[in-house]
């Protein structure tokens, strides 16, 4: 994490701090919380202690800055990755305040905010109908009941770029009625897909990722599909000693996917050009 992150769809990563708590089905298998308990941090759950950093960690994006603007090539920063910048504790509200002012003095990075707490945005961002051009505010949608809770709450706020991470992919989505809005409402602009990680990774049906990049296309917003997860479509050069499960359709049309692990999920994306086929 930091420059240069291994993210497909952002530059670089920073953290004001590291840890949360589990709120809904997309935190079941949480790599974060995997990741932090393998370096030996306690840091998860509600009486979980956070893990702050020094003022060296919150001058890299300074540099980062500096070196987009002299580059004359905006830079985008996703917040957060081992946290949720808008977690409804109070004893975060002082490094949230820096975490502000961070952001506005680095006007050549584009700040990417995500969060699964959308409803706690209005009482902890400061922005109020005033956002700053730099950020770009996401909220997470892993299936449909949670996109129906979390989107209309992040389309209340007039960011620059309103975007939803589906991402693990744990059920089918229409986004459509948020994609082309009734007028005078926020749209959506920007949709990233991806399955799940780790060793407990849930299976992804193919065709939520077919349908999704479809809604994107026809609403004319942009669509990014990260990787299939552990689990992708089988193809003929497959190992036969792999694990394979069997995905029924809405039509009733039956697929097999495969679980060949995430590094080559992410490769047999690159490989069918991110269009979900």
């Known amino acids: 994490m930091g420059k ?4 497909e769809w952002t530059h670089h990563t920073f953290n004001p701090w590291w840890g949360c708590v589990k709120v809904s089905a997309g935190c079941k298998h949480c ?4 990741w932090s308990r393998r370096v030996g941090l306690d840091i998860w759950g509600a009486r979980g202690e956070r893990r702050f950093f020094s003022d060296a960690h919150w001058r890299e994006p ?9 580059a004359g090539i905006r830079r985008r920063v996703f917040c957060a990755s081992m946290a949720d910048v808008f977690e409804a ?4 509200d002082l490094v949230r305040e820096r975490l502000w002012t961070l952001i506005e003095n680095t006007p050549a990075l584009d700040w990417l905010l995500l969060t699964k707490r959308p409803e706690q945005i209005a009482e902890k961002a400061p922005w109020g109908n005033c956002w700053p051009p730099n950020v770009w505010l996401g909220t997470t949608a892993e299936n449909q009941l949670w996109a129906n809770r979390r989107i209309p709450i992040l389309l209340e706020h007039p960011a620059v770029v309103r ?5 693990p992919f744990v059920g089918h989505l229409d986004l459509s009625r948020w994609m082309i809005p009734r007028k005078g409402e926020h749209r959506i602009n920007w949709v990233i897909a991806g399955g799940e990680s780790g060793s407990k990774a849930r299976p992804m049906n193919p065709e939520w990722v077919r349908s999704l990049r479809d809604q994107c296309q026809r609403a004319k917003v942009a669509f990014h599909f990260k990787q299939w997860g552990q689990w992708c479509p089988d193809r003929s050069d497959t190992s036969d000693g792999a694990k394979r499960m069997q995905i029924v359709d809405s039509f009733g049309k039956t697929s097999t996917i495969v679980r060949l692990g995430t ?3 992410a490769f047999m994306c690159c490989c069918v050009g991110r269009d979900g086929r």
Request: include cysteine; aromatic fraction near 10%; glycine fraction near 4%.
């Open 4 to 7: 240069n992150s291994a993210i």
């Open 263 to 265: 590094a080559i999920g």
């Open 89 to 92: 504790r109070n004893d975060l």
């Open 62 to 70: 300074i540099r980062w800055n500096a070196e987009a603007a002299v």
């Open 31 to 34: 790599y974060a919380e995997t």
């Open 163 to 167: 975007f939803v991470s589906c991402e």
